[in-house]
C-alpha cells in the first residue's frame, strides 16, 4: 500500500499518515520495488498497526489559557 491508500483506508490524510512513518517507531517498515519511487508499505501489517494504535489525546491548551487567566485575576 502507498501512504494516499493507507490515508483512504484509515480515514486520515496523506500528511498525518507521512508523519506517522516518520515519527513512530512500531509503524512498518517501507518496502521499495524496482521500477518505482513510492514506498510500499505491507497490507498486513499496516492493518496490525492501525488496529493495535493506542491514541493519546494531546494537551488542551484552551483549560491552561483559562486556568491562567483565573489566577491572574482577569
Request: aromatic share 6%.
Amino acid at each position: 500500500m502507498t501512504i494516499p491508500q493507507i490515508a483512504e483506508r484509515c480515514g486520515l490524510s496523506r500528511q498525518r499518515v507521512h508523519r506517522i512513518a516518520r515519527s513512530d517507531p512500531k509503524f512498518p517498515k517501507p518496502v521499495f520495488v524496482e521500477g518505482s519511487t513510492r514506498p510500499k508499505y505491507p497490507t498486513e501489517k499496516v492493518d496490525e498497526y492501525f488496529d493495535t494504535r493506542v491514541l493519546q489525546p494531546g494537551r488542551r491548551t484552551d483549560l491552561e489559557e483559562k486556568r491562567q487567566a483565573e489566577e491572574s485575576g482577569e
